[in-house]
């Protein structure tokens, strides 16, 4: 590891083993190549480890605005952890669909569309039984 601040790698590490899931933290790591290893680092450090983990917003107004900008910019991959990221941080899905809302306004209906569909497939797969949404 070619870390400038060993500490706030660790600190990015927690923070996103948190967020995202260790298996799928450890998973990405495991499957670093040599192109990959320093941008794996860069994305531990820099996003988890001096953004991530200000103190200015809570975790689940992080993921919230993590979100309407992956939704906004058709990043349906990055959307799809992300929604799971923001239940772990709890967010719930009454929040996320206003979320949306905000997106359909902002940046496009074929962006908020999209989102709703990724949305409804992370709720179905973390929820099978169903259920509606509480406010």
């Known amino acids: 590891m070619n870390s400038e601040d060993p500490t706030r790698y660790q600190t990015g590490l927690e923070l996103r083993r948190r967020t995202l899931g260790a298996e799928y933290v450890d998973s990405a790591l495991a499957h670093a190549t040599e192109l990959t290893q320093p941008f794996q680092e860069f994305v531990t450090e820099y996003a988890w480890g001096a953004v991530w983990s200000r103190p200015g917003l809570p975790a689940a107004t992080r993921s919230l605005v993590t979100l309407a ?54 709720l179905d797969a973390a929820n099978p039984s169903g259920g509606d949404i509480t406010e």
């Open 69 to 122: 900008i992956l939704a906004a910019l058709n990043q349906r991959e990055e959307l799809k952890l992300h929604l799971e990221a923001a239940l772990r941080n709890g967010c719930q899905p009454a929040e996320i669909r206003e979320t949306l809302f905000q997106v359909g306004l902002y940046a496009g209906l074929p962006a908020a569309v999209a989102g709703f569909g990724i949305t409804q497939q992370v």
